[in-house]
């Protein structure tokens, strides 16, 4: 069984802080990885992805992939009040056949 | 990038009714569709995985006689929910895949059932 877990939170930032997000996944073969952003009542926005070891970086957004010891984050810096949300980490073993395995989320809090 | 049209985006029906969503994706084929449901507070779960042309797999504990898939072009697959109850008022996501690269959502469909 797939297993995504992440820590449900909430979790409470001061604004322009940094955000930091965490998720580990059993599936050893798991080959993608992906942040997505939920605000309340709406669809999953994707907000990164990655795919090899190592830190990627676009804007104030950082996912960082260690595939030894499964497991995925994003750093989020300079967070703003916008960017409360529950974040879904997702996992693919496959090349996208397959549906993405979710996590529960994590309901992050940015307080101005 | 990538876009998932989903339509309607809010439904209210009457219990024992069926509804019809609809979800294409507009600038890429979809060689797999999926379905999830999301109740309040909760993750998205993986309703069906439909893939075009052939019949849809449900996971475990959702009745495929009661969410009806259909995915007959590399553009469009269809949820039906029949005979909704109550129960069945959730939000309802789509999502499309290209074989390659991340899934994509659509906006979703609100249904409640009355």
């Known amino acids: 069984q797939k297993e995504v877990e992440q820590n449900s939170g909430p979790l409470s930032v001061p604004e322009g802080a940094i955000a930091s997000l965490n998720c580990t996944y059993s599936?050893?073969?798991?080959?993608?990885f992906f942040w997505y952003r939920q605000y309340s009542g709406k669809s999953p926005e994707l907000i990164m992805s990655?795919?090899?070891?190592g830190d990627k970086e676009d804007g104030r957004f950082t996912a960082q992939l260690n595939k030894a010891s499964q497991y995925v984050s994003l750093l989020i810096r300079d967070s703003q009040p916008s960017d409360s949300a529950t974040y879904l980490c997702?996992?693919?073993?496959?090349?996208?056949?397959?549906?993405?395995?979710f996590g529960k989320g994590t309901h992050l809090i940015i307080q101005p | 990038g990538a876009v998932v049209s989903q339509h309607p985006s809010r439904v209210i029906c009457k219990s024992g009714t069926s509804v019809k969503i609809e979800c294409r994706s507009l600038d890429f084929q979809a060689t797999t569709m999926f379905w999830y449901r999301q109740f309040p507070k909760q993750s998205l779960m993986l309703m069906a995985t439909?893939?075009?042309?052939?019949?849809?797999?449900?996971e475990q504990g959702v009745e495929k006689d009661k969410f009806l898939i259909n995915h007959a072009s590399l553009t469009l697959s269809t949820l039906t929910v029949t005979s909704a109850h109550p129960e069945d008022s959730s939000f309802y996501i789509c999502s499309a895949s290209s074989g390659l690269g991340p899934l994509h959502f659509g906006n979703g469909t609100r249904l409640t059932v009355t």
């Open positions: 599936d050893r073969g798991s080959q993608s």
């Open positions: 990655i795919y090899s070891n």
């Open positions: 439909s893939n075009e042309g052939s019949k849809a797999t449900y």
């Open positions: 997702a996992v693919n073993s496959g090349g996208g056949a397959d549906g993405l395995t």
